[in-house]
């Protein structure tokens, strides 16, 4: 199992910016998935972002496409979520999770309960 932390979260004001970064305890091979989810008070968990490592295949929620990039930065080992055009509606906890997949397509759309580690979430508030 990997483990996975993040960090990079705060408060910002809407039209702001901030970069996420999860941090994984152990290289995370080309056939991972990777993802970003959020959970705001109140409602469900939602996928955000995701990246299939091997062919860095990128896919995105429709509420944050343009806005959110996610990518990965092999020199310091973390896949980040680039956040921009930040809007209230955007504050949540994010997570970040990983899991091993066959195919990109596999990494697309994929639930919370089907990746097999998860991070502990960092806080994102826009007023």
């Known amino acids: 199992h990997v483990q996975l932390v993040e960090s990079g979260g705060g408060s910002v004001q809407a039209g702001g910016s901030l970069r996420l970064s999860c941090v994984t305890s152990e290289y995370t091979y080309d056939s991972y998935c990777m993802g970003w989810f959020r959970q705001a008070p109140g409602k469900e968990r939602e996928g955000v972002a995701a990246i299939y490592l091997r062919a860095n295949r990128t896919f995105y929620a429709d509420s944050v496409k343009g806005r959110f990039t996610i990518s990965r930065d092999n020199n310091k080992n973390t896949i980040d979520l680039q956040m921009s055009s930040l809007q209230p509606e955007d504050s949540a906890i994010y997570y970040c999770?990983?899991?091993?997949?066959?195919?990109?397509?596999?990494?697309?759309?994929?639930?919370?309960?089907?990746?097999?580690?998860r991070g502990q979430g960092t806080q994102v508030t826009v007023s």
């Open positions: 999770a990983a899991t091993l997949v066959p195919v990109p397509e596999a990494c697309q759309y994929r639930d919370w309960d089907e990746y097999t580690d």
